[in-house]
Each structure stands twice: as C-alpha cells, then as structure tokens.
C-alpha cells in the first residue's frame, strides 16, 4: 500500500487504511482480514510482524474494539 501524508509533513504516517476491511490480508499479507486477526495485530503488532517499524501501541481494550469497529468499516 502506498503511504499516507499529512499535509506540510516531511515524514511518511503509515499506510493508506481506504478499503481495509475489504483486503484480504493484513499486516503485510501475514494475517487474514477478521475481527479476531484485527485485534491481536492492534494489541501487538511487532509480535504479529517482527521487524515492523510500527511500535507496540500500549492499547486497551476498549480502544482496541474501537478501532476494530472503525477499520471494519473502510470497505
């Protein structure tokens, strides 16, 4: 996926999220697209792909269903 950019930003954010929950893998192709999948990658997505440059996030529950919720809804 191609990154995404914060306008006046000199750094590359992350990848582009649109159609997430239509992809049929993620993190790089290493898990299948589920809710289940979806959250064991937010609670610690080095574990899940090792040699990521994204951080273990430190999320909660809560936070972590919440963004679940959200990404399932990038059709």
């Known amino acids: 996926a191609r ?3 914060v306008p006046g930003a000199t750094g590359t954010i ?6 997430m929950a239509s992809r049929p893998t993620i993190a790089g192709g290493v898990l299948p ?5 979806l959250k064991r990658w937010l ?3 080095p574990a899940v792909k090792p040699g990521t440059q ?3 996030l430190g999320l909660n ?3 972590i269903d919440s963004l679940v919720a959200f990404l399932q809804t990038l059709k």
């Open 54 to 56: 994204m951080p273990n």
């Open 43 to 45: 609670q610690n997505l």
């Open 61 to 63: 529950a809560g936070e």
């Open 33 to 37: 697209t589920n809710e289940a999948n």
């Open 14 to 19: 992350g990848p582009v999220l649109d159609g």
């Open 3 to 5: 990154p995404s950019r």
